[in-house]
Protein backbone atom coordinates (compact mmCIF):
# COMPACT_ATOMS: atom_id res chain seq x y z
CA UNK A 1 0.00 0.00 0.00
CA UNK A 2 1.08 3.79 -1.05
CA UNK A 3 0.26 6.22 1.74
CA UNK A 4 -0.46 9.54 0.13
CA UNK A 5 0.49 12.61 1.51
CA UNK A 6 -2.63 14.46 2.36
CA UNK A 7 -3.38 18.13 3.37
CA UNK A 8 -4.58 18.25 6.79
CA UNK A 9 -8.70 18.98 7.09
CA UNK A 10 -9.33 17.88 10.88
CA UNK A 11 -10.31 20.42 13.10
CA UNK A 12 -8.77 20.58 16.58
CA UNK A 13 -11.00 18.29 17.71
CA UNK A 14 -10.40 15.17 16.32
CA UNK A 15 -7.91 13.14 16.96
CA UNK A 16 -5.51 12.37 13.86
CA UNK A 17 -6.74 8.83 12.02
CA UNK A 18 -4.43 9.18 9.46
CA UNK A 19 -1.46 6.93 8.55
CA UNK A 20 1.30 8.16 10.89
CA UNK A 21 2.99 11.02 9.00
CA UNK A 22 1.09 11.40 5.98
CA UNK A 23 -0.78 14.62 7.29
CA UNK A 24 0.48 17.76 6.20
CA UNK A 25 0.44 20.24 8.16
CA UNK A 26 -0.74 23.99 6.16
CA UNK A 27 2.68 25.87 7.70
CA UNK A 28 6.37 25.35 7.84
CA UNK A 29 9.53 27.51 8.25
CA UNK A 30 12.66 27.30 6.45
CA UNK A 31 16.11 29.09 6.85
CA UNK A 32 18.98 29.16 4.57
CA UNK A 33 22.50 29.89 5.37
CA UNK A 34 24.50 32.45 3.38
CA UNK A 35 28.19 32.02 3.55
CA UNK A 36 28.06 28.99 5.89
CA UNK A 37 25.76 30.86 8.02
CA UNK A 38 21.85 30.97 9.62
CA UNK A 39 20.00 34.44 9.39
CA UNK A 40 16.71 34.63 9.70
CA UNK A 41 13.96 32.45 8.79
CA UNK A 42 10.45 32.70 7.33
CA UNK A 43 6.71 31.09 7.70
CA UNK A 44 5.90 29.88 4.27
CA UNK A 45 2.86 27.73 3.20
CA UNK A 46 4.02 23.74 3.00
CA UNK A 47 4.58 23.26 -0.35
CA UNK A 48 7.29 21.21 -2.65
CA UNK A 49 11.01 22.59 -2.57
CA UNK A 50 13.08 23.41 -5.61
CA UNK A 51 15.96 21.37 -5.54
CA UNK A 52 19.07 21.70 -7.57
CA UNK A 53 19.49 18.42 -9.33
CA UNK A 54 23.40 18.53 -8.27
CA UNK A 55 22.51 19.52 -4.73
CA UNK A 56 25.13 17.85 -2.03
CA UNK A 57 22.61 16.19 0.37
CA UNK A 58 21.22 13.93 -2.87
CA UNK A 59 24.65 12.57 -3.92
CA UNK A 60 26.70 12.56 -0.69
CA UNK A 61 24.08 11.99 2.22
CA UNK A 62 24.12 15.22 3.75
CA UNK A 63 21.35 15.40 5.92
CA UNK A 64 19.78 14.60 9.02
CA UNK A 65 16.55 15.15 10.67
CA UNK A 66 14.90 15.63 13.99
CA UNK A 67 11.55 14.51 15.37
CA UNK A 68 9.33 15.97 18.56
CA UNK A 69 5.84 16.44 19.40
CA UNK A 70 3.54 19.57 20.96
CA UNK A 71 0.28 18.28 23.01
CA UNK A 72 -2.83 19.83 23.49
CA UNK A 73 -3.17 19.64 27.10
CA UNK A 74 -5.86 18.72 29.41
CA UNK A 75 -6.28 22.90 29.45
CA UNK A 76 -6.80 23.12 25.95
CA UNK A 77 -2.86 24.56 25.88
CA UNK A 78 -0.59 23.68 23.56
CA UNK A 79 2.71 21.93 24.82
CA UNK A 80 6.24 21.43 23.26
CA UNK A 81 7.67 18.40 24.70
CA UNK A 82 11.32 18.86 25.22
CA UNK A 83 12.41 21.03 22.08
CA UNK A 84 15.62 22.67 23.70
CA UNK A 85 16.78 18.88 23.80
CA UNK A 86 15.86 18.25 20.21
CA UNK A 87 17.29 21.38 18.98
CA UNK A 88 20.70 20.47 21.05
CA UNK A 89 20.99 17.41 19.19
CA UNK A 90 20.24 18.73 15.73
CA UNK A 91 23.11 21.27 16.30
CA UNK A 92 25.45 18.43 17.59
CA UNK A 93 24.19 16.11 14.45
CA UNK A 94 24.95 18.73 12.07
CA UNK A 95 28.57 19.24 13.52
CA UNK A 96 29.24 15.14 13.17
CA UNK A 97 28.00 15.61 9.91
CA UNK A 98 30.16 18.05 8.87
CA UNK A 99 27.41 20.15 7.97
CA UNK A 100 26.82 24.47 8.97
CA UNK A 101 25.42 24.01 12.27
CA UNK A 102 22.24 25.93 12.70
CA UNK A 103 22.53 27.18 16.48
CA UNK A 104 20.12 25.73 19.12
CA UNK A 105 18.58 29.15 19.68
CA UNK A 106 17.58 29.34 16.40
CA UNK A 107 16.40 25.50 15.77
CA UNK A 108 14.02 26.49 18.70
CA UNK A 109 12.70 29.81 17.66
CA UNK A 110 11.23 27.93 14.15
CA UNK A 111 10.17 25.05 16.21
CA UNK A 112 8.11 27.34 18.04
CA UNK A 113 6.95 29.06 15.30
CA UNK A 114 5.60 25.93 13.02
CA UNK A 115 3.95 25.25 16.38
CA UNK A 116 1.74 28.93 16.54
CA UNK A 117 1.64 28.62 12.67
CA UNK A 118 -0.84 25.18 13.37
CA UNK A 119 -2.01 26.05 16.19
CA UNK A 120 -5.72 24.90 14.70
CA UNK A 121 -4.55 21.50 13.42
CA UNK A 122 -3.15 20.21 16.73
CA UNK A 123 -5.46 16.95 17.44
CA UNK A 124 -6.85 16.32 20.89
CA UNK A 125 -4.91 13.37 22.52
CA UNK A 126 -3.97 10.98 22.38
CA UNK A 127 -2.95 12.46 18.88
CA UNK A 128 -0.34 15.04 18.64
CA UNK A 129 1.37 17.55 16.06
CA UNK A 130 4.20 15.84 15.63
CA UNK A 131 7.14 17.68 14.45
CA UNK A 132 10.42 17.37 11.69
CA UNK A 133 13.14 19.64 11.24
CA UNK A 134 15.34 18.99 8.28
CA UNK A 135 19.04 20.06 7.89
CA UNK A 136 20.61 19.15 4.51
CA UNK A 137 23.26 20.51 2.67
CA UNK A 138 22.60 22.20 -0.81
CA UNK A 139 25.87 22.81 -2.60
CA UNK A 140 24.91 22.49 -5.99
CA UNK A 141 28.48 20.24 -6.41
CA UNK A 142 28.39 16.21 -7.85
CA UNK A 143 32.28 16.79 -7.43
CA UNK A 144 32.00 17.56 -3.71
CA UNK A 145 32.21 13.54 -2.35
CA UNK A 146 34.98 14.49 -0.21
CA UNK A 147 34.13 18.21 1.09
CA UNK A 148 31.13 19.71 2.95
CA UNK A 149 28.83 21.86 2.04
CA UNK A 150 29.31 25.06 2.77
CA UNK A 151 25.70 26.13 2.41
CA UNK A 152 22.76 24.59 4.35
CA UNK A 153 18.70 24.49 3.81
CA UNK A 154 16.86 24.22 7.23
CA UNK A 155 13.23 23.76 7.37
CA UNK A 156 10.58 22.36 9.82
CA UNK A 157 7.41 20.96 8.62
CA UNK A 158 4.77 19.37 10.95
CA UNK A 159 2.16 16.82 10.79
CA UNK A 160 -1.16 15.68 12.84
CA UNK A 161 -0.85 12.25 14.16
CA UNK A 162 -2.44 9.63 15.97
CA UNK A 163 -0.87 6.47 17.01
CA UNK A 164 2.52 5.55 15.87
CA UNK A 165 1.68 1.88 15.34
CA UNK A 166 -0.66 0.80 13.02
CA UNK A 167 -3.68 -1.31 14.97
CA UNK A 168 -3.55 0.85 17.73
CA UNK A 169 -2.08 0.29 21.10
CA UNK A 170 -0.58 -3.33 21.32
CA UNK A 171 2.31 -5.19 22.66
CA UNK A 172 4.78 -5.34 20.04
CA UNK A 173 6.81 -8.70 18.64
CA UNK A 174 10.62 -7.57 18.20
CA UNK A 175 13.49 -10.13 16.06
CA UNK A 176 16.57 -9.73 18.08
CA UNK A 177 19.66 -9.05 15.13
CA UNK A 178 22.97 -10.32 16.73
CA UNK A 179 25.17 -10.01 13.62
CA UNK A 180 24.36 -6.77 12.09
CA UNK A 181 24.72 -3.78 13.85
CA UNK A 182 21.52 -0.82 12.80
CA UNK A 183 24.48 1.48 11.64
CA UNK A 184 27.52 2.70 12.03
CA UNK A 185 29.47 3.97 15.34
CA UNK A 186 30.37 7.67 13.53
CA UNK A 187 26.56 7.96 13.23
CA UNK A 188 24.81 5.71 15.79
CA UNK A 189 24.25 9.51 17.95
CA UNK A 190 23.03 11.32 14.68
CA UNK A 191 19.33 10.81 13.21
CA UNK A 192 21.29 10.88 9.77
CA UNK A 193 18.65 9.82 7.01
CA UNK A 194 20.73 7.14 5.85
CA UNK A 195 20.51 5.20 8.85
CA UNK A 196 17.15 4.34 7.78
CA UNK A 197 18.10 3.01 4.74
CA UNK A 198 20.78 0.72 6.03
CA UNK A 199 18.30 -0.79 8.76
CA UNK A 200 15.65 -1.65 6.33
CA UNK A 201 16.82 -4.82 4.80
CA UNK A 202 16.96 -6.11 7.92
CA UNK A 203 13.63 -4.86 9.38
CA UNK A 204 11.96 -5.97 5.99
CA UNK A 205 13.64 -9.37 6.27
CA UNK A 206 12.14 -10.15 9.45
CA UNK A 207 8.60 -9.05 8.71
CA UNK A 208 8.56 -11.27 5.95
CA UNK A 209 10.11 -14.19 7.66
CA UNK A 210 9.02 -13.83 11.43
CA UNK A 211 6.32 -11.88 11.09
CA UNK A 212 7.23 -9.42 13.60
CA UNK A 213 6.93 -5.74 13.80
CA UNK A 214 10.70 -4.77 14.43
CA UNK A 215 14.23 -5.36 14.86
CA UNK A 216 16.00 -5.04 18.10
CA UNK A 217 19.64 -4.25 16.87
CA UNK A 218 22.29 -6.74 19.40
CA UNK A 219 25.57 -6.98 17.32
CA UNK A 220 27.33 -9.66 19.23
CA UNK A 221 24.70 -10.16 21.59
CA UNK A 222 25.05 -6.39 23.56
CA UNK A 223 21.38 -5.11 22.75
CA UNK A 224 21.84 -1.65 21.53
CA UNK A 225 18.06 -0.38 20.23
CA UNK A 226 15.34 -0.88 17.17
CA UNK A 227 15.30 1.31 14.43
CA UNK A 228 13.96 4.40 15.54
CA UNK A 229 13.24 3.90 19.31
CA UNK A 230 15.23 2.96 22.44
CA UNK A 231 15.05 -0.27 24.69
CA UNK A 232 14.38 -1.14 28.39
CA UNK A 233 13.87 -3.91 30.81
CA UNK A 234 12.09 -3.98 34.23
CA UNK A 235 12.31 -6.58 36.38
CA UNK A 236 10.73 -5.84 39.48
CA UNK A 237 11.60 -2.74 40.91
CA UNK A 238 14.32 -1.83 38.39
CA UNK A 239 14.86 -0.35 35.13
CA UNK A 240 17.30 -1.95 33.36
CA UNK A 241 18.53 -0.23 30.05
CA UNK A 242 21.59 0.11 27.60
CA UNK A 243 24.10 2.90 28.96
CA UNK A 244 24.87 5.51 26.66
CA UNK A 245 27.53 4.87 24.10
CA UNK A 246 28.23 6.05 20.80
CA UNK A 247 26.20 2.59 18.99
CA UNK A 248 23.21 4.62 19.72
CA UNK A 249 20.30 7.29 19.82
CA UNK A 250 20.65 9.09 22.57
CA UNK A 251 16.66 9.81 23.25
CA UNK A 252 15.05 12.16 25.10
CA UNK A 253 12.45 10.03 25.74
CA UNK A 254 14.67 7.33 27.09
CA UNK A 255 15.92 9.91 29.58
CA UNK A 256 12.70 11.43 30.25
CA UNK A 257 11.56 7.93 31.25
CA UNK A 258 14.38 7.14 33.14
CA UNK A 259 13.82 10.23 34.91
CA UNK A 260 10.24 9.15 36.35
CA UNK A 261 11.42 6.10 36.84
CA UNK A 262 13.56 7.56 39.89
CA UNK A 263 11.00 9.33 40.81
CA UNK A 264 8.20 6.96 41.09
CA UNK A 265 10.61 4.59 43.47
CA UNK A 266 11.92 2.60 40.98
CA UNK A 267 15.99 2.28 40.57
CA UNK A 268 17.72 2.81 36.91
CA UNK A 269 20.28 0.42 36.02
CA UNK A 270 22.23 1.85 32.97
CA UNK A 271 24.55 -0.50 31.51
CA UNK A 272 25.37 -3.44 28.79
CA UNK A 273 22.54 -5.69 28.29
CA UNK A 274 22.41 -8.99 26.86
CA UNK A 275 20.63 -11.04 24.89
CA UNK A 276 20.99 -13.60 27.33
CA UNK A 277 20.30 -11.16 30.30
CA UNK A 278 17.07 -10.83 28.05
CA UNK A 279 15.46 -13.92 27.45
CA UNK A 280 16.50 -15.65 31.25
CA UNK A 281 14.38 -12.64 32.34
CA UNK A 282 11.36 -14.45 30.59
CA UNK A 283 8.86 -13.92 30.87
CA UNK A 284 8.30 -12.51 34.09
CA UNK A 285 9.86 -9.03 32.97
CA UNK A 286 8.54 -6.52 30.92
CA UNK A 287 9.91 -4.59 28.02
CA UNK A 288 9.31 -1.82 26.13
CA UNK A 289 10.26 0.60 23.28
CA UNK A 290 10.64 4.22 24.27
CA UNK A 291 10.55 7.32 21.39
CA UNK A 292 9.37 10.19 20.72
CA UNK A 293 6.85 8.52 17.67
CA UNK A 294 6.45 5.22 20.25
CA UNK A 295 5.95 7.10 23.33
CA UNK A 296 6.35 3.92 25.54
CA UNK A 297 5.05 0.57 23.73
CA UNK A 298 5.39 -2.62 25.97
CA UNK A 299 7.26 -5.67 23.55
CA UNK A 300 5.14 -8.73 24.09
CA UNK A 301 7.36 -10.65 22.18
CA UNK A 302 10.95 -11.76 20.99
CA UNK A 303 12.19 -13.59 18.42
CA UNK A 304 16.19 -14.68 19.57
CA UNK A 305 17.33 -17.20 16.93
CA UNK A 306 14.37 -18.59 15.10
CA UNK A 307 12.67 -19.48 18.94
CA UNK A 308 10.22 -17.05 20.34
CA UNK A 309 10.41 -15.64 23.66
CA UNK A 310 7.48 -14.49 25.45
CA UNK A 311 7.07 -11.31 27.85
CA UNK A 312 4.66 -10.07 30.39
CA UNK A 313 4.91 -9.76 33.19
CA UNK A 314 1.45 -8.51 34.29
CA UNK A 315 2.83 -5.65 36.70
CA UNK A 316 1.34 -2.62 34.57
CA UNK A 317 5.02 -1.00 35.29
CA UNK A 318 5.16 0.49 31.59
CA UNK A 319 1.94 1.19 31.17
CA UNK A 320 2.36 3.68 35.22
CA UNK A 321 5.62 5.05 33.59
CA UNK A 322 3.93 6.05 29.93
CA UNK A 323 1.09 7.39 31.56
CA UNK A 324 2.99 9.37 34.03
CA UNK A 325 5.37 10.69 30.66
CA UNK A 326 1.35 11.38 28.98
CA UNK A 327 1.33 13.26 32.62
CA UNK A 328 3.50 15.15 32.11
CA UNK A 329 3.43 16.25 28.52
CA UNK A 330 0.02 17.43 28.57
CA UNK A 331 -0.23 19.50 31.74
CA UNK A 332 -1.90 17.06 33.99
CA UNK A 333 1.19 16.52 36.20
CA UNK A 334 3.90 18.69 37.72
CA UNK A 335 6.55 19.35 35.63
CA UNK A 336 9.74 20.27 38.26
CA UNK A 337 12.40 20.04 35.39
CA UNK A 338 10.38 22.83 33.06
CA UNK A 339 10.51 20.04 30.37
CA UNK A 340 7.20 21.55 28.66
CA UNK A 341 7.01 25.01 26.79
CA UNK A 342 3.59 26.23 26.01
CA UNK A 343 2.95 27.79 22.79
CA UNK A 344 0.27 30.15 21.55
C1 LIG B 1 14.47 9.17 17.21
C2 LIG B 1 15.09 7.90 17.62
C3 LIG B 1 14.97 7.42 18.94
C4 LIG B 1 14.11 8.07 19.98
O1 LIG B 1 14.59 9.34 20.35
P1 LIG B 1 13.62 10.39 21.04
O2 LIG B 1 14.50 11.55 21.29
O3 LIG B 1 13.13 9.77 22.28
O4 LIG B 1 12.52 10.66 20.08
C5 LIG B 1 15.66 6.26 19.28
N1 LIG B 1 16.40 5.60 18.36
C6 LIG B 1 16.51 6.02 17.09
C7 LIG B 1 17.35 5.25 16.14
C8 LIG B 1 15.86 7.18 16.67
O5 LIG B 1 15.95 7.58 15.40
Not at 22 to 30: G, S
Not at 99 to 122: K, T
Not at 254 to 261: E, P
Not at 289 to 304: D, I
Amino acid sequence: MTAQATTATTGRSQPSTAVFGTEVAPWMVRASTVDGRFDGFEVTATAPLALHPFTHALHYGSTCFEGLKAHRGVDGAVRLFRADRHAARLEESARRMSMPQPAAGLVLEMIEHVVRANLEVVPEPPGALYIRPVLMGVDPNIGAAATPSVDALLYVVASPVGDYFAGGRRALSLLVETEMPRTTPQFGRVKAAANYALALPATMAARRVHDVDQVLFAPGGRIQETGAANFLLVEDDRVVTPALDESFLHGVTRDAVLTLAVRSGFTVDERDLSVAELVACAPEAEAALAGTAAVLTEVGSFVVAGEEVRFGGDTGAIIRLRDALVAVQRGAADDPDGWTRIVQ
